[in-house]
């Protein structure tokens, strides 16, 4: 599987110009499963992603994680985006392939499993709506931005 992760202010989804998912400080996830991927990289990228220490600390310094922004436990929101698109291949010439993305149903049942595993670990998870023309809105805290990618087993 593969995330783009952005320590956002503030996120926002929306369709057809109704917000569907909002939050706060916090996570804004683009999730994308890839052919292979099974739940176990889904379960990986969750723990990861939880874990890592990228919310400043009163220092200025990555020492937080979205489970404890502020040091006191405060945990920040996880917005969660369905986004087939990070498994764009465009070594072959300039419109990209996204062959190596999961077909659609193998896409959706690891994205609504990591959602549940997200939602059964973290208090505050809100979703974007899978297969669906999306608007994305953030501000992006930093900014910071990172890839994280849990390749399949094979």
Do not use: W
């Not at 392939?97 to 670990?121: C, I, K, M, N, Q």
């Not at 297969?131 to 990172?146: C, E, F, K, R, Y």
Request: aromatic share 4%; proline share 4%; hydrophobic share 45%.
């Amino acid at each position: 599987m593969i995330a783009v992760l952005q320590r956002v202010s503030s996120a926002r989804v929306d369709v057809d110009a109704r917000a569907v998912g909002e939050i706060g400080p916090g996570l804004l996830v683009l999730v994308c499963a890839e052919q292979g991927d099974t739940q176990v990289q889904g379960d990986k990228l969750l723990a990861k992603l939880l874990k890592l220490r990228i919310f400043s600390d009163a220092q200025g310094k990555m020492n937080h994680s979205v489970q404890d922004m502020d040091g006191k436990g405060t945990q920040g929101g996880l917005l969660i985006v369905s986004q087939f698109t990070l498994a764009a291949d465009v070594s072959g010439g300039n419109r990209p392939s996204f062959t190596a993305a999961a077909a659609p149903e193998d896409g959706r049942r690891l994205y609504e499993g990591f959602v549940e595993a997200a939602r059964r670990a973290h208090g505050v998870v809100q979703t974007g709506i899978f297969a669906a023309s999306m608007q994305v809105s953030l501000v992006n805290d930093g900014p910071v931005t990172i890839p994280l990618r849990m390749a399949p087993v094979v």
